[in-house]
């Protein structure tokens, strides 16, 4: 194998979060705006409270996720919880197109904290146990070139595309996109089944 080669698994990772959190980058540079232009009510308190019900939220349930995550023997359940994390966080975008008042904001807020905190500790549980040795430097530089690139591009995007179309085009392009990346892992499901163990039975019906 090259020096530069990169197992499935890991590539497979880098792929997804690249797409499904470039798809959100089409929407973070301009959802303050969004709030306060197209909300009835909406103000920047409205834009703080909604930004303090996220990461507060998340924040506090991503811990209990994650030591969950950890009692689970197997890496079934972790790829689980991240395609259903990051199917949940698409379709908040959806739900952006049909609010119109401050709570709709928050509750769509709440729900994509809870994706979120499935997402979060699932993805590098799966992403550490099968970093290549000696490249653990280059791969997670990696992840995040991808990130900063995508989250750049799409930023400057999301703002070209709400000044033409709107912010429903935007809404509906990011919830397809970012659901995209959210199927993307499952094509690593035999893969991480290969190194799991009978508790896998479990997830096998779920999936």
């Keep these: ?43 920047v308190e409205v834009v703080g409270f909604a930004a303090g019900i996220y990461w507060i939220l998340k924040s506090f349930l991503q811990l209990p996720i994650g030591k969950f995550l950890d009692k689970r023997k197997g890496e079934r359940d972790d790829l689980c919880f991240l395609v259903i994390g990051y199917l949940i966080v698409a379709c908040v975008q959806f739900g952006y197109i049909l609010s119109s008042l401050p709570w709709h904001v928050y509750l769509l807020e709440g729900i ?16 550490t146990r099968h970093i290549d040795k000696g490249k653990e430097a280059f791969e997670w530089s990696l992840e995040s070139t991808a990130l900063s690139f995508g989250s750049g591009v799409t930023g400057a995007l999301g703002g070209i595309l709400v000044a033409k179309f709107g912010f429903n085009l935007v809404f509906l392009v990011a919830g397809f996109i970012a659901m995209f990346g959210g199927f993307l892992p499952l094509f690593i499901v035999k893969d991480v089944e290969k190194k799991g163990d009978h508790h896998l039975r479990f997830w096998r019906k779920r999936l």
Excluded: C, E, H
């Design 1 to 43: 194998m090259g020096r530069f080669s990169i197992n499935k698994i890991i590539r497979i990772l880098i792929g997804a979060d690249f797409i499904f959190l470039s798809a959100l980058g089409l929407i973070t540079p301009i959802f303050a705006v969004f709030i306060t232009g197209q909300i009835k009510g909406g103000t």
């Design 112 to 127: 994509y904290a809870f994706g979120m905190a499935m997402a979060i500790p699932a993805w590098p549980a799966i992403f």
